[in-house]
C-alpha cells in the first residue's frame, strides 16, 4: 500500500509538471534553447553600450562568482542565456565530486547548459513583446522589484535571508508564481534599493526586443600583433620549448593577460587548444589544468576574456618584451636538454617535481618569484569565492618573504629534489572523489620530507652558508613582488605587495619547493567541484606547508627564541602530527647570523625585515597616498592602532569614503578587523580558539578585499570623532550607534549612488586592477 501510495503521488505531481509544461507551450510556443545562441544585433538598444553597463553595477555585483545565488552569472551575455541552476557549488557534504559548471568551459552552447539542468531566465520561446517579457524569470524579478520595493527601514525584517548558506529560492518559469506569493519582497536586486526608472525601462525594453546582443569591438591591429607575437612563442616545435608553455599554462591558466597599461585595458586567457594558431579555438576543456587533453599535440592560444572584471576572481598578468627575453633566458637556452615529454597519467602529473623535472629548478622559481603576488593571489583570489576549508589554515595578518633563488640549498639542488621526490605527493593525485583517510600518507610523507631537510641543514648551514637576512630576496633591487602582506577575511583573503599592518601575527619564508606544491595543492590540483574528502585532504595538506614556512622564518631568530615563538602561534594546539612536524623544527642546531640588540628579538626581526626591502616595498596602500592634513592624517592613524574589543565588533572588511569639506575630493580608505586566535592548527572550534582582546584593526589608503560588509561616509572634519566613537565601542550596541550615525546601509536610497561612485574612482585609479566588489557578504544591521 505505501508503495503504490507512492507511486500515485508521483503521478499526480508529474502530471502537474506536464500541464505547467503544456500551458507555456501553447501560450508562446516551444521552448527553443538554441534561438538565444546566434543573436542579433539591434537598431533599437545596444546590449554593450546600454545593457551591460547596468548589469555591472546592479547585477554583477552580486551575480559573478561560484556561489552567485543559483548560478546565475550575470558577468557576460553568454551568462544570461545559460540561466540558472538549482545545485549547489558549495555542498561540504558532498561524498561523491560533481560535474563542474565552469562558465565558458564546460558548455559552449545553451543546449548543452540545459542538458546539464540549467534553466533559462530568458524568453527562449516565440519572440514577440509579450513573450519575451512573460516568459522571462529576469524579467518577472525586475517587475517584481518594481511592484514590491524595499521596506522604508533601515534594518530589513528577518523574512529576507542573508546568510551564505541559506535555502536559495531557484524558481523557474513554472515555479515563479508561488516564489512571488510567498516572498512578494524579494524581487531583484535582491535586498537593495530597486533599480532607478530610467535603468528599469532600459532592461526590459532590451528584454522586450528580444534580448539582442552584438559581440565587443574587435580586435586592433596591434593587439591582434601581439596576440600572434604570443601565440608563436608558446607553441614553438623542440620538446625544450613545449615542456616549457606545459608549465607556463599550468600556472597561467586563471591569468588575465594584458599587454599594455590602457585605460580601457583589453585582456585574454590561456588556453589549450585542438588547432594551431591562425586557425579558431577547439577548447580542449579538463577539471584541472594537467588533465590528459586526450589529443597528439596541444596547442597554447590566447582567447579573449570575455567577462566583466570582479575583484574576486580577476588577477592581471602583463606580458611585453622583457618578459618574453627573461622566459627565453630561463627556460630556452643550452644549459638543458629534454629528451621526452612527460605524460598526463594523473598520478604524476599532479606532481610537478616529477612533471617537469628536465626543466632546471631555478627557472621554475624565477617564474613564479618574478610574479609572487600572482602566484600566491592564485589560492587566495581565484574562482573558489568560498574558501573557509582553505582559509582557515592562514592566520588573519602575516608577512610572506622569499628564499634568494641564488642559494642553492638542498631545497634548490637538483639532486636533492630528486631524491625526495616520492616525499612531495599531492593530494590531487587521488581525484576529487578522495577518501576522508588519505591525509594520513600525506602526513607522514611531509614527517620524512622535513627530517630530510633539518638532516640538510645540520649538515650544511654554517659551512656553506650563514642563515642571514640575505638569504632572502630582495627582488634584484627593482621588482616590489619581494615581500608580500596577506589578510584573511573569515572565508575570502587579499594577498598585497609590501609589508603592511603593523606587527603581524606570524611570517612565512617562501623557498621554491613550497611555493610549487603551495599552487599545485590550492590553485592547479583544487576543485571546487570535488568532495568532502578531497577538500579536506586539501586543507590539512596546506597545515604542513604553513608549518614549513613559519619553520623557515623561525630559523631567523636565535635558536633560543624559537620554541618560544612557536608555543606563542600555537597556543592550545594538541594536535600530535602538526607536533610531530615541530620536533623536527625544534632539532634543527644552525644559530642565525642575525644580530639582535633588543630585548624583543621578534619585533626586531620584524623590523629588520621592513628596513632591508625598504626600496623594494610597495606603498601604494599607505595612508599617506590619500589625505596628508595632519588631522585626518593623525585620526587615521588612531584607527589603525585600534585593538581588542572596538577591533573585535568591527566589520571583517569595511570601506570609508572621506570628503573634504572644502572641496571636491574625495578619498576611499579600507579598514579590516584581523581576527585572533590561540591557534589555526583546527579544522572546526573557531570560536573556542577567539582571542578578541588582541584583535586589530588596519587602514588602508585605496579598496582592499573582495566583499565589503559595511559602507561608511563622513567628512575630512568628523574622522575624528568617527575615531573617536570606534575606539569607546565594547559590544554590538555600541557598534549599532555607529552604523546609525555614519554607516550607508543597504536600505539607503543613495547606497547605488556610493556605489557607483565608488567603483568609478577605482577604476579611475587602478584601471588594470579593476573588478567590482561583490555585495554577497553586505551586513544587514
Not at 520595493?149 to 531557484?170: G, I, T
Not at 631545497?411 to 578522495?434: G, R, T
Request: charged share 20%; with cysteine; net charge negative.
Amino acid at each position: 500500500m505505501r508503495r503504490l501510495l507512492f507511486v500515485s503521488f508521483a503521478l499526480v505531481i508529474s502530471g502537474c509538471a506536464t500541464v505547467a509544461f503544456n500551458v507555456w507551450d501553447d501560450l508562446y510556443g516551444i521552448s527553443d534553447p538554441d534561438r538565444l545562441d546566434h543573436p542579433v544585433p539591434s537598431t533599437l538598444i545596444s546590449y554593450q553600450n546600454d545593457v551591460q553597463p547596468i548589469l555591472n553595477q546592479r547585477c554583477v555585483v552580486c551575480h559573478a562568482c561560484y556561489d552567485a545565488p543559483c548560478q546565475l552569472k550575470l558577468t557576460a551575455y553568454e551568462g544570461i542565456t545559460r540561466g540558472a541552476s538549482k545545485e549547489y557549488i558549495y555542498e561540504s557534504s558532498r561524498l561523491l565530486a560533481t560535474e563542474p559548471t565552469r562558465l565558458f568551459h564546460d558548455a559552449l552552447s545553451t543546449s548543452d547548459w540545459r542538458s546539464r539542468g540549467f534553466y533559462p531566465v530568458l524568453n527562449e520561446r516565440r519572440n514577440d513583446a509579450e513573450a519575451n517579457v512573460n516568459a522571462s524569470v529576469l524579467a518577472q524579478l525586475l517587475l517584481q522589484k518594481q511592484a514590491h520595493p524595499l521596506p522604508e527601514v533601515a534594518v530589513l525584517p528577518d523574512s529576507f535571508d542573508f546568510k551564505l548558506h541559506r535555502d536559495q529560492q531557484c524558481s523557474n518559469l513554472d515555479s515563479y508564481q508561488d516564489y512571488q506569493d510567498s516572498y512578494p519582497l524579494w524581487g531583484m536586486p535582491y535586498g537593495l534599493p530597486g533599480l532607478e526608472q530610467q535603468d528599469h525601462d532600459t532592461l526590459m525594453r532590451w528584454v522586450e526586443v528580444g534580448s539582442p546582443y552584438e559581440p565587443p569591438t574587435p580586435l586592433s591591429a596591434s593587439l591582434q600583433h601581439q596576440v600572434q607575437k604570443w601565440e608563436t612563442f608558446f607553441n614553438q616545435d623542440s620538446l625544450q620549448a613545449r615542456l616549457m608553455s606545459r608549465y607556463m599554462f599550468e600556472h597561467l591558466y586563471l591569468a588575465h593577460l594584458y599587454f599594455d597599461d590602457s585605460s580601457e585595458p583589453v585582456f585574454f586567457e590561456l588556453v589549450r587548444s585542438r588547432t594551431p594558431p591562425a586557425e579558431p579555438i577547439d577548447l580542449i576543456s579538463t577539471r584541472r589544468p594537467y588533465d590528459d587533453p586526450k589529443v597528439e599535440r596541444v596547442y597554447y592560444r590566447l582567447r579573449r576574456h570575455q567577462e566583466t572584471p570582479v575583484v574576486k576572481t580577476h588577477m592581471p598578468y602583463r606580458l611585453d618584451e622583457e618578459r618574453m627575453a627573461n622566459w627565453r633566458e630561463w627556460f630556452l637556452n643550452d644549459q638543458y636538454q629534454v629528451s621526452k615529454l612527460p605524460t598526463y597519467d594523473i598520478k604524476t602529473a599532479s606532481n610537478p617535481f616529477e612533471t617537469f623535472q628536465q626543466i632546471p629548478s631555478y627557472a621554475r622559481y624565477r617564474f613564479m618569484l618574478e610574479e609572487a603576488q600572482y602566484t600566491i593571489m592564485g589560492f587566495i583570489k581565484s574562482p573558489v569565492c568560498r574558501g573557509q576549508v582553505a582559509l582557515n589554515v592562514i592566520n588573519d595578518h602575516f608577512w610572506v618573504t622569499f628564499l634568494h633563488p641564488r642559494f642553492r640549498s638542498s631545497e634548490l639542488a637538483e639532486k636533492a629534489l630528486q631524491e625526495n621526490l616520492h616525499l612531495l605527493k599531492l593530494p590531487a593525485k587521488d581525484s576529487s572523489s578522495a577518501g576522508l583517510l588519505n591525509w594520513m600518507s600525506y602526513a607522514s610523507n611531509e614527517q620524512k620530507y622535513i627530517a630530510e631537510k633539518t638532516r640538510f641543514l645540520n649538515a650544511y648551514v654554517d659551512k656553506q652558508f650563514n642563515v642571514s637576512l640575505d638569504l632572502l630576496w630582495d627582488g634584484d633591487g627593482d621588482n616590489d613582488n619581494a615581500a608580500l602582506t596577506i589578510y584573511r577575511h573569515f572565508d575570502s583573503a587579499t594577498v598585497i605587495k609590501g609589508l603592511h599592518g603593523g606587527k603581524p601575527q606570524t611570517a612565512w619564508v617562501i623557498t621554491y619547493p613550497l611555493l610549487e606544491r603551495i599552487h599545485y595543492l590550492l590553485v592547479a590540483g583544487f576543485d571546487v567541484f570535488g568532495n568532502v574528502g578531497h577538500q579536506l585532504n586539501t586543507r590539512i595538506y596546506m597545515d604542513f606547508l604553513r608549518m614549513e614556512g613559519e619553520f623557515n622564518f623561525l630559523t631567523l631568530l636565535p635558536k633560543a627564541d624559537r620554541q618560544a615563538v612557536h608555543n606563542q602561534w600555537y597556543r592550545g594546539s594538541v594536535n600530535p602530527v602538526k607536533e610531530y612536524i615541530y620536533q623536527y623544527a625544534r632539532s634543527y642546531e644552525g644559530s642565525t647570523s642575525v644580530e639582535y640588540q633588543s630585548q624583543d628579538h621578534l619585533q626586531e626581526l620584524y623590523l629588520k625585515l621592513q628596513d632591508k626591502l625598504k626600496p623594494v616595498l610597495n606603498q601604494q596602500y599607505a595612508l599617506t597616498q590619500g589625505f596628508q592634513e595632519g588631522a585626518v592624517l593623525a585620526a587615521l592613524s588612531d584607527l589603525d592602532n585600534i585593538t581588542g574589543q572596538a577591533a573585535a565588533n568591527m566589520p571583517q572588511m569595511s570601506v570609508i569614503k572621506l570628503k573634504d569639506d572644502n572641496s571636491d575630493r574625495v578619498e576611499y580608505y579600507s579598514v579590516l578587523s584581523n581576527s585572533a586566535f590561540t591557534n589555526i592548527s583546527h579544522l572546526f572550534g573557531d570560536e573556542d580558539r577567539r582571542l578578541p582582546q588582541e584583535d586589530d584593526l588596519t587602514v588602508s589608503h585605496g579598496l582592499l578585499g573582495s566583499y565589503p560588509n559595511v559602507f561608511f561616509e563622513m567628512t575630512t572634519a568628523q574622522i575624528p570623532a568617527f575615531v573617536e566613537q570606534v575606539q569607546q565601542i565594547k559590544n554590538r550596541k555600541d557598534y549599532i550607534k555607529l552604523l546609525d550615525r555614519y554607516a550607508v546601509r543597504r536600505t539607503n536610497p543613495a547606497f547605488w549612488q556610493y556605489s557607483d561612485d565608488m567603483h568609478k574612482a577605482f577604476k579611475q585609479a587602478k584601471p588594470i586592477e579593476f573588478g567590482y566588489l561583490d555585495y554577497n557578504r553586505l551586513a544587514n544591521q
